[in-house]
């Protein structure tokens, strides 16, 4: 199992009444439609592009694994530093140190731009990450998502070390799915 967070879409049932609530207009619906929001948490970090990683559908649903859309490729960061963070109540996230932000499907409020940019990152390189965590509120569904509000080169502070990246994978030793 990962530890870190996934920048994308799931479920949650926990909702934060200390946050604010802010509208924005939807990007896959209707141009009239509008989905409400709260920000339960922001980050502003300075981290490490470390590769990709597949996360393979779990099979969950009768529409697994060819229709079901859980599988999907994530870009891995290491967080080195944090510039701000700020937690809006108790269910925002905590500070993490690794960072999963899923470029294989649309996540809403992130602009298509930042996975043209993660698209360009080596391993290795260096950047300036900032995501929200909110928590959507779409006619009767309400669930968390975490969209990248920005990337961009960065440099790493002084005196911040961090451990070497993973290493990768061996396709030999990952279990089939059944």
Known sequence: ????????????SALSAQTEQNAVPATSAAPA???????LATFKTIARF????????RHLTSLCPDRCGHAS?????????????????KYGDEKQQTVYVDVAK???GQSPQVAE????????DIVRLDWQHLYMHD????YPVRPVNSIAPAKLPEGIVLPPPPLPENPAQVPMPL
């Open 73 to 89: 490729r994530v870009a891995v960061f290491t967080v080195a530093s944090y510039l701000d963070y700020h937690k809006g109540g």
């Open 117 to 124: 940019t993660i698209a360009k990152l080596k391993p290795g």
């Open 33 to 39: 439609a509008f989905k409400q929001y709260e920000v």
């Open 139 to 142: 006619g009767g569904s309400m």
């Open 50 to 57: 470390d590769g990709y990683k597949d996360i393979p559908c």
């Open 1 to 12: 199992m990962m530890a870190g967070i996934l920048l994308a879409a799931c479920t949650v």
């Open 106 to 108: 649309p996540v809403y």
